[in-house]
């Protein structure tokens, strides 16, 4: 590092995400997607070295994450089908040891995960939102709820990229058939049994635990707004016109018509989304913490809430629903966000 630009470092860290053996040998600040963040975190006096894991060669991470401060990970719940399920006690060893972890999985598991949406359903973001703990649950009380109340979406617990993430709607005028849309990028519709489409998400509740069952909300077209939070402030916005869950168009859902926009990014100041930042920062977080017991200080680096516009309020304004909140691996971010996390991070070392 160039020590004109940057002052003495006085605090190291280690920025973790997935790869395999060649991306760990060759990983340099300058060539990592996070470097920005190096750069960032530079600035403020604190050194960042890249920390490439894989189940492979766990045992290496482990003494490099032990020599620094702090760990700030970026690794998905799911990646090629490997699961954090050998990352998470790792994670939690490291922390007990020394250094501080963000996100610890202990915190991901009670804000990042589906699960949220039923345990802070009664906040102002909530939604018709319910919980299924086992497959009898399910099976018993599922198919009722879709009679009597209309389109849902199921999610499983852990998951990313619309992977276990469904929309449902019964067939009118049969009853033991359903119409369901993966939430994963190039689905189709698919007119199943009932039956068999409640055998394909029995495997949810393995890993994740649990299946959370939530309203379809009709604005879905309208886009997602995606708030980016370090700690408990709002580190900036962005805006996508999704296209997960909404009917692909007659040529398809390869055709260009079926892929998302672009996602417009701004920083926490942007005038559009004022009356949530002071949602999130003055009502729904501090109650969110408060509910799931989580410190300031616990509190992951960086990390979003998604959400979808809900039906218009009696004055017109708009409301919104939280659809999920990514604390595992929070990436792209607004080009104001490194600068946030930095702030954090010397915060949470000092």
């Not at 589906?114 to 703990?133: F, I, P, Q, S």
């Not at 979003?304 to 304004?317: C, K, N, Q, V």
Request: hydrophobic share 40%; aromatic share 8%; glycine share 8%.
């Amino acid at each position: 590092m160039d020590t004109e630009r940057h002052p003495p470092f006085r605090h190291s860290v280690a920025i973790l995400s997935r790869g395999d053996a060649s991306a760990r040998r060759d990983a340099t600040a300058q060539n990592s997607r996070f470097v920005r963040v190096f750069e960032a975190l530079a600035a403020a006096g604190i050194e960042a070295q890249p920390a490439i894991y894989d189940e492979a060669f766990a045992d290496a991470v482990r003494d490099q994450l032990l020599a620094v401060e702090g760990v700030l990970v970026w690794v998905d719940p799911i990646h090629q089908s490997k699961t954090r399920a050998a990352l998470d006690p790792l994670l939690r060893e490291v922390a007990a040891r020394g250094p501080w972890v963000s996100a610890h999985p202990d915190i991901i598991l009670k804000m990042g995960v589906k699960e949220v949406l039923y345990r802070t359903r009664h906040l102002g973001w909530g939604c018709d939102t319910h919980r299924y703990d086992s497959a009898a649950t399910f099976r018993a009380e599922f198919p009722r709820r879709l009679r009597a109340d209309g389109p849902r979406v199921l999610k499983q617990n852990r998951g990313n990229g619309g992977q276990g993430v469904w929309k449902v709607e019964s067939l009118p005028g049969a009853r033991t058939m359903v119409r369901v849309l993966h939430a994963q990028r190039g689905s189709r519709f698919e007119d199943m049994p009932l039956e068999a489409f409640l055998d394909r998400c029995e495997p949810y509740f393995g890993w994740g635990g649990c299946i959370i069952d939530q309203a379809f909300q009709p604005r879905l077209p309208e886009g997602m707004i995606r708030c980016y939070m370090s700690g408990s402030k709002v580190a900036g916005f962005g805006h996508q016109l999704i296209k997960a869950l909404v009917p692909p168009p007659p040529e398809g859902p390869d055709s260009p018509e079926a892929q998302p926009g672009p996602r417009i990014m701004h920083g926490p100041d942007a005038s559009p989304f004022q009356a949530l930042r002071r949602r999130m920062e003055d009502e729904w977080t501090p109650q969110m913490m408060a509910m799931l017991e989580i410190e300031e200080r616990s509190m992951p680096v960086i990390w979003d809430a998604d959400f979808l516009y809900g039906p218009r309020d009696a004055g017109g304004a708009d409301t919104y629903v939280l659809c999920e909140i990514n604390a595992s691996s929070c990436f792209a971010i607004p080009d104001q966000a490194p600068a946030a996390i930095a702030r954090t991070v010397a915060e949470r070392l000092r």
